[in-house]
């Protein structure tokens, strides 16, 4: 700890190095070097910094660290990897339905493929967030499944019989993640399947539903994003620089009255 001290106490500026070195190093040797002295030391190696620095010089610096906090940050978060399942849904061209139609059978084809049980199946199946189980109820971990999961919509055909959809879901482990979202897939076509079998009058019933693609093992993870990570690093540094440009005046040492 003390040479980490010694080391900080060299960052003060030259010119205050030059008149108060010595002293200041004399004094080191007498006081604990502990994490309260490397702060009081840090503390003044940056307000004495701050004073001999224009306010361009300071949002450069604090830029830089604002990304190098970023770099760390982006280092320190575990890889998450995200793999992606495509599906279509086609119905018969002489049985149209509406839009509201549509998107009610959709929702209820989501509602039951990812309901909270079928979340908990898959969770005790793949034996998913075991870090996490045992710490937080089983709810919280289904609350946090759900926000690893996104379907959205592709596209669909001009006659608007046909709409496809891709269903990702996110996770630390590749192999975990497709597995996973393969699983996912395979509910959907089984709950379309049960849905034209209970609901032979329903748009379920003429609905059919395929897997296009099924997922991928992705290597590359999907988060954390390093360009988004630094880019948020740097504009909280490039902040912290503009606030502390504009509080720089209030910190140079005041002057007497006699003096001119």
């Not at 010694?6 to 190093?25: C, H, I, K, N, T």
């Not at 004495?48 to 970023?70: E, H, P, S």
Request: overall charge positive.
């Amino acid at each position: 700890m003390k040479r980490i001290i010694q080391f900080v106490s060299r960052l003060y500026p030259a010119s205050w190095q030059r008149r108060y070195g010595v002293e200041f190093d004399a004094l080191l040797e007498d006081v604990h070097s502990n994490w309260h002295t490397l702060l009081n030391v840090l503390r003044g190696v940056v307000e004495m910094q701050l004073r001999t620095w224009n306010g361009g010089k300071i949002l450069v610096i604090a830029g830089m660290a604002g990304a190098l906090v970023g770099l760390a940050a982006w280092l320190a978060i575990p890889n998450r990897y995200g793999s992606t399942a495509v599906l279509k849904i086609a119905l018969s061209p002489e049985q149209s339905a509406t839009d509201k139609a549509k998107a009610d059978y959709f929702d209820s084809l989501a509602g039951q493929s990812i309901s909270r049980p079928s979340l908990i199946q898959i969770i005790r199946k793949f034996r998913l967030y075991e870090p996490e189980q045992a710490k937080i109820p089983l709810d919280d971990i289904v609350d946090s499944m759900e926000r690893d999961i996104t379907i959205k919509p592709i596209g669909q055909s001009s006659d608007r019989t046909e709409t496809v959809f891709s269903i990702q879901f996110v996770y630390a482990d590749p192999v975990t993640a497709q597995r996973v979202a393969e699983d996912l897939a395979d509910r959907f076509v089984d709950t379309n399947r049960d849905l034209s079998v209970h609901y032979s009058k329903s748009l379920a019933a003429r609905a059919t539903l395929e897997l296009l693609n099924a997922p991928d093992l992705i290597i590359r993870p999907v988060s954390p994003r390093l360009s988004r990570v630094t880019a948020a690093g740097t504009a909280a540094g490039l902040a912290l620089g503009l606030l502390l440009a504009l509080i720089r005046p209030s910190m140079r040492p005041a002057r007497s009255a006699g003096t001119k």
